[in-house]
């Protein structure tokens, strides 16, 4: 009888426990994002070391047609038209040269007609088809004319600014808590809005719109002049700058281009930091968060070098979250690592987009 009534309570005890365990559910395990090259993402993947990654094209087109794995999400269906890549200027070499305003009017007219010239080519029975591939691979860093193709059809180009974007992605910057605030106080912006309009102007784009139609060699500079460019490795966002300075269009207009010291760098973040605020950079293409976010957080108030300003779009989406074959929801990442190109950058304020709809957390 003591027996039956010791397992009765047995029993009844784990009958208790296990409803308690049921009613508790477990911490969900974060996202683990771990910053790398794009080349290092590709190799990773396709060795099973992460279960995804979020890059710039043309990396994934690259790991997907090599199979490694899948498109999973595209930016633009975290944020549809979002503001990508920039041609900006810096705020020192500005107030040095004498010509500064007419010089950025070219710059950002390069940046219309190598976008219409793109665009345009993008057609698979446009006569400059083959071309745009060929500028597409080279730029790339890449082999194969698929994954060419692919990165190409996942970006769209533009030459427009985007004050409204930027405004969003200042403030999705301050809701993940990634300004310094010490800094950002320093800065006097009042609001998102008005730290947007301070760093975004559409004068030059205007002037490019109203003379696109000129020959170029019309519009040139009297005196020609050397502007040292930056921009980010094998970054398919910024091919536009790559196609007017191979088709000619800066020489047409007297900018001699030069590639400035550091460049390509390997994310915005270091193009901010060790270009722009190591004056090494006059003119430069990068994603609008590293602009945002190090215009403030690297900038040092007293003397204010890291001020940069933006004439002109470069792209809107064209990043994609890529996963493993194996994964089937973005939750299958959790307790997994995920590469991603660096705090700040575009694809980190992306990734942190789609985890907080999805309710998931990351760690570094």
């Not at 397992?7 to 784990?14: E, K, R, T, Y």
């Not at 029975?125 to 190409?152: C, E, R, V, W």
Request: net charge negative; proline share 4%; charged share 20%.
């Amino acid at each position: 009888m003591k027996n039956s009534r010791k397992i009765l309570f047995v029993i009844i005890l784990a009958i208790f426990v296990s409803g308690c365990l049921e009613g508790k559910k477990a911490p969900s395990e974060p996202i683990n994002l771990v910053k790398m090259s794009g080349q290092e993402m590709i190799q990773r993947l396709g060795t099973g070391e992460i279960a995804g990654f979020i890059m710039w094209e043309p990396y994934p087109a690259i790991a997907v047609t090599k199979g490694y794995g899948k498109n999973f999400i595209f930016s633009g269906k975290i944020w549809t038209e979002h503001p990508c890549c920039v041609v900006a200027y810096d705020d020192d070499w500005y107030k040095k040269t004498n010509n500064s305003d007419e010089i950025l009017k070219r710059m950002a007219l390069v940046q219309l007609k190598s976008v219409e010239y793109i665009n345009n080519a993008k057609q698979s029975d446009s006569p400059d088809h083959g071309q745009l591939i060929n500028y597409t691979l080279k730029f790339g860093g890449m082999t194969d004319p698929a994954a060419a193709n692919m990165s190409l059809a996942d970006v769209e180009f533009v030459y427009n600014t985007n004050v409204a974007g930027a405004t969003t992605f200042i403030q999705r910057i301050q809701d993940f808590k990634i300004f310094d605030m010490t800094k950002w106080n320093q800065s006097g912006y009042k609001n998102a809005s008005d730290y947007a309009n301070s760093l975004i102007t559409n004068d030059y784009v205007e002037w490019a719109i109203n003379n696109k139609d000129e020959n170029l060699s019309k519009l040139s500079l009297k005196e020609p002049v050397n502007i040292r460019y930056a921009y980010l490795v094998n970054d398919i966002h910024e091919l536009p700058f790559y196609v007017g300075w191979q088709r000619g269009y800066y020489k047409d207009l007297g900018i001699n281009i030069s590639i400035a010291e550091g460049a390509p760098f390997q994310n915005g973040a270091f193009e901010m930091q060790n270009g722009f605020k190591a004056n090494t950079v006059d003119v430069g293409s990068l994603g609008i968060p590293p602009v945002i976010i190090h215009r403030i957080n690297s900038n040092d108030f007293s003397k204010d070098d890291a001020r940069v300003g933006v004439i002109a779009g470069m792209n809107n989406e064209g990043s994609v979250i890529v996963v493993a074959n194996n994964i089937t929801s973005i939750k299958d990442l959790q307790g997994k690592t995920v590469g991603f190109p660096g705090p700040g950058t575009i694809q980190h304020v992306l990734f942190l987009m789609e985890a907080e709809k999805e309710g998931l957390t990351v760690s570094y």
